[in-house]
Structure formats: C-alpha cells, structure tokens
C-alpha cells in the first residue's frame, strides 16, 4: 500500500472524529491532519521571539520612538522632549524596544544614542507601504 494514502486513512479517521466540513477534512487529510498541521507550525522559541517583536510594536509610544530612530539616531533627551513622557516610561518603553531587537543604544560620553536595526527599519517601511 502507498504510505501517502496509509497516512491520509490514518488522517481521515482521526478527522471523522470532529465536526467538521467535508471540504476542510478532505483537504486537512492532503496535508497528514491535524498532526500535519501541527508538523507546520513554527518551533515554539521562534513564535516566541515573534510574540516579542509584535508586542514591542502594538504601542503607540514605542511606534512613535521607531518612527523617529527612522529618521536618524537619537539620544534619550530629545526623544523625550519629542514623546513628552516621563523618563521612568521612556526608560521602559525603551527597553521593550531593546529586548525585542528593534533599537540598539551606543553611549558616547554622558549620553546614550538609539538607533534603529535593520530588521526594525524593514518591517517599518515595509508596513508603512500599506497604509
């Protein structure tokens, strides 16, 4: 016997289980199931980074921070005159920001100055196509 067509059987009964559409199990048993769907999902570590990455982005604050970086770097000073937000909130919205990967900060003497990363500057371009 095929074993493509053994695991689309083994798929399928699995799949008789559910209430689902004739449609979406036939086309569920294509791709080996439910377990073939699970086979597709990404490792756990990598959808972890991403919720990270989303997270810093899904401020209002942070977004306004990247937008600036865009332009050029910055040291704190001015982007908290721009942002008007305490330094204790800046500091904090700063470090998401850092923790996701999106800014890097480089001291040079008494100050800090912020720059965007390349993968920050992609995804903002690349979304600020679409609006």
């Known amino acids: 016997m095929d074993p493509q067509l053994s695991r689309t059987r083994v798929a399928r009964i699995k799949l008789d289980c559910l209430s ?5 199990a036939d086309s569920l048993c294509l791709c080996g ?3 073939g769907l699970i086979d597709r999902l990404p490792p756990e570590d990598l959808i972890g980074r991403m919720e ?5 982005f899904a401020d209002p604050a ?5 937008f600036l970086l865009l332009t050029q770097p910055l ?3 001015v982007i908290k005159a721009i942002v008007n937000m305490a330094d204790s909130k ?3 919205h700063l470090h998401i920001l850092k923790k996701a990967g999106m ?23 690349q979304e600020s196509m679409h609006f």
């Open 20 to 24: 689902i559409p004739h449609e979406i």
């Open 33 to 35: 199931g439910v377990e």
């Open 52 to 56: 990270e990455r989303f997270k810093a």
């Open 62 to 66: 942070r977004l306004k921070i990247l």
């Open 75 to 77: 040291c704190v000073c």
């Open 90 to 92: 800046l500091s904090y």
């Open 103 to 125: 800014i890097k900060g480089e001291q040079q003497g008494n100050y800090i100055v912020y720059h965007i990363t390349e993968e920050a500057r992609a995804f903002l371009e």
